[in-house]
């Protein structure tokens, strides 16, 4: 028997065999009746819910203006990419690229491949590629959470280099609203969906082909 299958009881120590779950039961000891574990799928709703939420509201963040530029005596707005494109034109490629890492590009991957694992495998599904997905977010994670700091970062060097000013309007708040959503985001932990799909039918699992 493999070593995964099996679970033990917090409240009387019996080594039982993990049962399959459907949606919305939990698994009780059958010696002393208290609860294992509860099926995943509520959580699993849950996180589904708020990554979409954090996906959205990453969209509105960057897409409003952030901050107020004045290069060469001529005042602009600009979105967090406009920043880091002033940034990169006066010679800071390196901040640049480091801020554009952390704010932009590991927080989207993210944000992507969990809804492209959470999905499919809510829907009974093993998507293609789902183990190198799960491992790409393992990857990314560390960078995302570094977020906020990036944004200061970004902001200390635009105001150094230039005269710029932070705009408190919607991107600023929809990147406050990001951080708390990343918080209940990087709360769950992907290892739980390879429990997830190791429990979904055999038949479904070989319905996709890349798996890997
Ligand atoms: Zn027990």
Redesign the pocket.
């Known amino acids: 028997m493999n070593r995964t299958d099996l679970i033990a009881?917090h409240?009387?120590d019996?080594l039982l065999r993990k049962p399959l779950l459907s949606a919305k039961s939990s698994a009780r000891?059958p010696?002393?009746g208290?609860t294992l574990f509860r099926s995943s799928s509520i959580h699993l709703e849950r996180i589904c819910a708020v990554t979409l939420g954090a996906l959205i509201t990453f969209l509105i963040a960057q897409a409003f203006p952030i901050v107020e530029l004045e290069i060469n005596g001529i005042t602009s707005q600009t979105t967090l990419i406009g920043a880091l494109v002033a940034l990169w034109n006066q010679d800071m490629e390196i901040v640049a690229a480091f801020v554009f890492c952390s704010t932009i590009l590991f927080p989207l991957t993210e944000l992507l491949a969990l809804l492209y694992v959470l999905v499919p495998v809510r829907a009974g599904l093993v998507p293609p590629g789902f183990n190198r997905v799960l491992r790409a977010i393992q990857f990314v994670r560390p960078w995302g959470m570094i977020e906020v700091f990036m944004l200061g970062i970004l902001i200390t060097v635009v105001k150094m280099v230039s005269l710029a000013r932070v705009i408190p309007e919607a991107a600023l708040f929809a990147f406050g609203a990001l951080t708390l959503m990343f918080a209940v985001v990087v709360m769950f932990d992907p290892r739980t969906l390879w429990d997830i799909a190791d429990g979904l039918p055999h038949r479904k699992a070989r319905s996709a082909p890349g798996l890997g």
């Open positions: 009881c409240e009387c019996a000891c010696r002393c208290a």
